[in-house]
């Protein structure tokens, strides 16, 4: 079982940063893929970012590539992704999602087996 906690949306302007934190607990971190989606209103979740267990391959969303950056700590048990030049169409509630075994990044959200709750990011213009 891996309970996973994300912290770090709010509120902001266009061109402004933010760093999203994903908390988890309950399993050996260190040893698990981890991902960040996000669903923006009336739209389907969408992969975001991905980085492998010991944090040596990551993957973005085209989206978001140059912009974003996904990290780890497994000594702190947390992921992060530092969101830079944020636009109104990154404007969604982001996931921290964690897959149990695995040696890649992974893209699909049915190739994860437990999710956060969810922060909220808005970006006004």
């Known amino acids: 079982q891996v309970q996973l906690v994300e912290s770090g949306g709010g509120l902001v302007q266009a061109g402004d940063s933010l760093r999203l934190s994903c908390a988890a607990s309950?399993?050996?971190?260190?040893?698990?893929?981890m991902g960040w989606f996000r669903q923006a209103p009336g739209k389907e979740r969408e992969f975001v970012a991905a980085i492998t267990w010991n944090g040596s391959r990551t993957t973005y969303a085209d989206s978001v590539k140059g912009r974003f950056t996904i990290s780890r700590d497994n000594a702190k048990n947390t992921v992060y992704l530092q969101m830079n030049q944020l636009k109104p169409e990154d404007t969604a509630v982001y996931y921290c999602a964690a897959r149990l075994s695995g040696s890649l990044t992974y893209l699909n959200e049915d190739q994860y087996d437990y999710w956060g709750q969810g922060t909220q990011v808005t970006v006004s213009s």
């Open positions: 309950g399993r050996t971190f260190g040893t698990i893929p």
